[in-house]
């Protein structure tokens, strides 16, 4: 008895771990990097809610992006924005610093996940922005 309870408690434990991460997306219909971004999400335990936008220099300024840190989706979560191809490990970082109301790739950097290009890696950052609007690097990821 005292076995199958804590078998039961281990199971009710690891399927909480397992539970999706909330995050919309929103992109152009056209655009292919923002899919496979999103398919990278999906591998990575987010549940995505895609968001086809008509305009999405629109939905940058609502969301508060700024023009330099810009790139193709933007991904809203908790409130803040996840500009470009940022790596799935580097939304959880994000999540976990109060002070800053987004993070972004700026532009489409080879290797980042969704702009994978064969073994072509270009060196990038994820900047995160606080409130005040100044940018910090969140990571750091090397080319080749
Ligand atoms: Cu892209």
Redesign the pocket.
Same mark, same amino acid.
């Given at each position: 008895m005292r076995r199958l309870l804590l078998a039961t408690t281990l199971f009710a434990s690891l399927a909480q771990a397992a539970e999706p991460i909330a995050i919309d997306v929103h992109r152009d219909a056209n655009?292919g990097?923002?899919k496979d971004?999103i398919k990278h999400l999906e591998d990575n335990g987010f549940a995505v809610t895609d968001h086809v936008e008509p305009n999405m220099a629109a939905v940058k300024a609502k969301l508060g992006v700024p023009h330099r840190l810009g790139?193709? $989706?933007t991904g809203v979560i908790d409130g803040k924005f996840v500009e @470009? $191809?940022v790596p799935a490990a580097d939304i959880l970082k994000l999540r976990a610093q109060p002070d800053l109301i987004g993070a972004a790739v700026p532009g !489409?950097p080879m290797g980042s996940p @969704? !702009?994978e290009m064969g073994d072509r890696k270009d060196a990038y950052q994820v900047i995160g922005l606080n409130k005040q609007g100044r940018e910090s690097v969140l990571n750091s990821y090397s080319g080749n």
């Open positions: 655009c990097c923002c971004w790139s193709c $989706h @470009g $191809h !489409m @969704g !702009m």
